[in-house]
């Protein structure tokens, strides 16, 4: 299979929008995703594919910890940022955030925040697939989402439907 065929695959596969984020030994730092899976529920845990490649990956493996910020529709431009080749700390300039027990940055506003610890890497061709257990869950107004599908964001949300 063409590897280009494929991308344009995977480019119709809608995919929530992410800000994954960390910190510890090797820094602060975050980009956005969406290669981000749930595993189980029991023990709570999901998976986050980087690139080995970028600049993200080895700060996520040394710092052990990760926290997938699932984005609304408002969130657009913050997203846009940390998908940007702007340094750490313009892209968390942007936001409000603050901390679970991990460390990670949460986004105060945030659909969901999921923070976790990183418990294998497995390297996948280009990419390590990493294996996250939550340890805790920020849930937060998700009346609206984000997804990305056919290389563009489209806002999601709920409808209200009234009484006939």
């Known amino acids: 299979m063409k590897h280009e065929n494929f ?13 994954v984020t960390t910190d510890g ?12 899976c749930s595993v189980t529920d029991s023990p709570p845990s999901l998976l986050v594919c980087i690139n080995r490649g970028s600049t993200s990956y080895e700060r996520f493996r040394i710092n052990g910890v990760l926290c997938v910020n699932v984005l609304a529709a408002r969130h657009q431009s913050l ?28 986004l105060a506003d945030a659909a969901v925040a999921l923070d976790c610890r990183i418990v294998s890497v497995t390297t996948v061709g280009t990419h390590g697939v990493f294996l996250c257990e939550v340890t805790e869950t920020l849930l937060g107004f998700a009346s609206e989402g984000l997804i990305y599908f056919n290389r563009a964001y ?11």
């Open 154 to 164: 489209h806002p999601v949300g709920l409808t209200t439907r009234s009484a006939s």
């Open 7 to 19: 991308r344009e695959a995977m480019s119709r596969l809608g995919t929530a929008v992410n800000l």
């Open 79 to 106: 997203s846009r940022r940390f998908a940007s080749k702007a340094d750490a700390a313009d892209r968390f300039s942007a936001g409000e955030w603050a901390k679970l027990g991990t460390g990670a940055p949460v």
């Open 25 to 36: 030994p090797a820094g602060r730092y975050g980009f956005t995703a969406s290669a981000v």
